[in-house]
């Protein structure tokens, strides 16, 4: 798979404290790369760093093959966490000029501009200063400037934040519809859910140094604990916990349900099958539910940050 972005080995201190330790990611083409990491640990520096506001001490970036180059930032659409719109500016004089920033003609602006205000039913805001905007219907109009020229490579900061659930999701489908018509998107959260939903991709940032990378699915797989939830009916929820207890390793589940049946949290250990366990468990009760307990990126960061500690 082509990769539109190549951060290699980049280094970036500021004085004696280093925000980048030998960092390097592959952002693969048409696809969504998750950037995490806790507050401080690197990731707003190498956002920084992609969108030539400041420059790496040493390492290189490639966008779609090429050094990174000054002309190079018409290809990228940066949705900053910080927002950076005039708020005693007219909603219409604003756009129009950073779409000409970003050089496209007046005429193919307005024209776009008309697409995405009907799409997101904002077109009485043409006229209304962005100080009389709350900051969720700012944030629509900032998330406009940022895909209107259409770049190879678009950056999302925190892009949900001041929008309600039904904003948001408007946003995450239009992310993902974004993605399916070409565009490669580095998206930097800490809303683990969202992540879950969105990324194909993820790399993990922690004091400086890259500690984790890859496919979402395939890092789901490493970090698999052989864990599956279960709900049995039985008059003997006593005996039958005894009896699965000598078998398996076990202990009572979370698990919400409707039945009054026993909920079971079973770990395997190496060389056990889950065939085996359900042949096991259903010589012994009626099984009401089974799943694996799949790790999510929220167990994932804690633990892969914790382990980094």
């Known amino acids: 798979m082509k990769n539109i972005l190549t951060v290699d080995s980049v280094c970036k201190n500021y004085g004696n404290f280093t ?56 290809n990228i659409g940066y949705l900053p966490e910080e927002r950076g719109l005039y708020k005693s500016m007219k909603v219409g004089e604003q756009v129009l000029y950073l779409a000409q920033l970003k050089g496209m003609s007046k005429t193919e602006a307005k024209k776009k501009l008309q697409y995405w205000f009907e799409k997101f039913e904002i077109t009485d805001w043409w006229d209304k200063k962005i100080q009389e905007l709350s900051k969720g219907m700012a944030q629509k109009v900032q998330f406009i400037v940022t895909v209107l020229h259409e770049p190879k490579l678009l950056i999302f900061d925190e892009p949900f934040s001041g929008f309600d659930p039904i904003n948001a999701n408007l946003i995450k489908d239009e992310i993902l519809k974004l993605r399916d018509e070409g565009a490669s998107i580095i998206f930097s959260t800490h809303r683990m859910e969202s992540v879950e939903e969105l990324c194909d991709h993820i790399a993990l940032i922690n004091k400086s140094n890259k500690i984790l990378d890859g496919k979402l699915n395939d890092i789901k797989q490493e970090y698999r604990t052989n864990q599956f939830e279960v709900g049995l009916l039985s008059d003997q929820k006593d005996e039958l916990f005894k009896v699965i207890n000598s078998k398996f390793t076990v202990e009572e589940s979370k698990l919400s349900s409707f039945n009054t049946d026993l909920r079971l949290l079973i770990s395997l250990k190496k060389g056990e099958t889950s065939t085996e366990m359900i042949q096991f468990l259903n010589s012994n009760a009626q099984i009401t539910h089974f799943t694996e307990v799949i790790p999510s990126v929220n167990d994932i960061f804690l633990k892969s940050v914790a382990n980094n500690g």
Do not use: C, W
């Open 19 to 74: 925000a980048l330790n030998n960092v390097s990611i592959s952002v693969p083409e048409g696809s969504v790369f998750g950037l995490l990491g806790p507050n401080g640990a690197g990731k707003t520096s190498l956002i920084r760093i992609i969108n030539q506001i400041t420059l790496p001490d040493s390492g290189t970036i490639f966008l779609d093959g090429e050094p990174l180059q000054p002309h190079h930032i018409q």
